[in-house]
């Protein structure tokens, strides 16, 4: 069974350090991989994805990958207490669109 | 441009009654998913269409539930009995060409 892993938190950071959130994956034949941020009672947005291995880089949030591994991560930099959501991680394998999400990580910024 | 839309967004029903949720995807999506969360558990991917098309029902738990999208527009998906189990956020998501998938509010279904 596929599965995707994460640190269910909460990840407490002050305002203006680096928020770091990991993903571990077990399908190998995953090849695209998404964060999306939750707000409580609220839809999953997109806010990052990621397809190769190395790192992504769109304003304050940077996606890393790496498959050998089968780790992908999303750090916030100067984390502010409106980032405070829980980050969900989602794969997809080669050939099918079908999302497995994690249960996601809960993120505190403290002001 | 108007993200994805659900209806209801509560519905709560006894056990062995039937419930129909809609999903209306962004305009011009031709892919359109369910997905459900159910308490405590992370998301999980319920079926995909392409246009009006069932591309990949995998996740659909049982034959107690059916979705349709006529036309290739909107999308429905109804319970039918619904039991206990199926209480949770019921998630529609839609994409055009690519992969990357646009969440609507969901649907909270409690089953009493």
């Known amino acids: 069974q596929k599965e995707v892993e994460q640190n269910s938190g909460p990840l407490s950071v002050p305002e203006g350090a680096i928020a770091s959130l990991n993903c571990t994956y077990s399908d190998r034949g995953s090849q695209s991989f998404f964060w999306y941020r939750q707000y409580s009672g609220k839809s999953p947005e997109l806010i990052m994805s990621i397809y190769s291995n190395g790192d992504k880089e769109d304003g304050r949030f940077t996606a890393q990958l790496n498959k050998a591994s089968q780790y992908v991560s999303l750090l916030i930099r100067d984390s502010q207490p409106s980032d405070s959501a829980t980050y969900l991680c989602a794969v997809a394998d080669m050939g099918r669109r079908a999302l497995t999400f994690g249960s996601g990580t809960r993120l505190q910024v403290q002001p | 441009e108007a993200g994805v839309t659900q209806f209801p967004s509560h519905s709560v029903i006894e056990k062995g009654q039937t419930v129909t949720l809609r999903c209306d995807p962004i305009?011009?999506?031709?892919?359109l998913y369910w997905y459900r969360r159910v308490m405590g558990k992370e998301i999980k991917f319920l079926l995909h269409f392409v246009k009006e098309s069932k591309q990949d029902e995998s996740g659909m738990p049982n034959n107690r539930f059916l979705a349709e999208r006529t036309g290739g527009t909107y999308s429905t998906l109804k319970v039918q009995p619904a039991e206990l189990e199926d209480s949770g956020v019921y998630f529609c998501?839609?994409?055009?060409?690519?992969?990357?998938?646009?969440f609507g509010p969901g649907t909270r279904l409690t089953v009493l």
């Open positions: 305009s011009g999506h031709d892919n």
């Open positions: 998501a839609s994409s055009q060409a690519g992969i990357e998938q646009f």
